[in-house]
T-cell receptor, first 112, second 113 residues
């Protein structure tokens, strides 16, 4: 069945460095992707999304890259800060589907 | 407030008791979702409402779980005869359209003793 997974369950980076969180998806029909951030004790928070007609989208300090050829999604966070420490989830949707499919999440830890 | 709200924020109950969890979606959002998240785990889909259509209950783990959405807005998730394995964070989300960006509430942390 369709699934969204992550290459790395945990990631530690030094404060100020850039981080990259990866996500693989298996449904080639997926056309909409979202990254969520979940801090401890809180609900997931929308970060950035991208549609399949794009391969890159930038936000404030974050960039999402989509490689449809290899069905790979990544989230880049520039100049990481302690507040970036959280679990990051990717999610996918394909046209006609009624709900998003979430990955298992990657825990990002920013070391001072 | 402009976001999704949930109540209570925390609930401690005894095994065998029934609990009701409430979700107030963002005003105007027609789609509403319930998820369960166990400690350190991902999101487990439970149920989905879209407008006046029949809900998608495919994720409910047992017949002890049910949910309703009154007037197309507020939703209540009910767990009957709670078990210890029901302990988790129950998250609600809403979206303006099916399959589009979901906005989450803070969750209800349920502990069954």
């Amino acid at each position: 069945g369709e699934s969204v997974g992550l290459h790395l369950p945990t990631l530690s980076v030094q404060e100020g460095d850039n981080s990259i969180i990866n996500c693989a998806y298996s449904n080639s029909a997926s056309d909409y992707f979202i990254w969520y951030k979940q801090e401890s004790g809180k609900g997931p928070q929308f970060i950035i999304d991208i549609r399949s007609n794009m391969d890159k989208r930038q936000g404030q300090r974050v960039t999402v890259l989509l490689n449809k050829t290899v069905k790979h999604l990544s989230l880049q966070i520039a100049a990481t800060q302690p507040g970036d420490s959280a679990v990051y989830f990717c999610a996918e949707n394909y046209q006609g589907a009624q709900k998003l499919v979430f990955g298992q999440g990657t825990r990002l830890t920013i070391n001072p | 407030g402009a976001g999704v709200s949930q109540s209570p924020s925390n609930k401690v109950t005894e095994k065998g008791k029934d609990v009701e969890l409430r979700c107030d979606p963002i005003s105007g959002h027609t789609a509403l979702y319930w998820y369960r998240q166990s400690l350190g785990q991902g999101l487990e889909f439970l149920i989905y409402f879209q407008g006046n259509s029949a809900p998608d209950k495919s994720g409910l783990p047992s017949d002890r779980f049910s949910a309703e959405r009154t007037g197309g807005s507020v939703s209540t998730l009910t767990i009957q005869r709670t078990q210890q394995e029901d302990s988790a964070v129950y998250l609600c989300a809403s979206s303006s359209q099916t399959g589009e960006t979901q906005y989450f509430g803070p969750g209800t942390r349920l502990l069954v003793l």
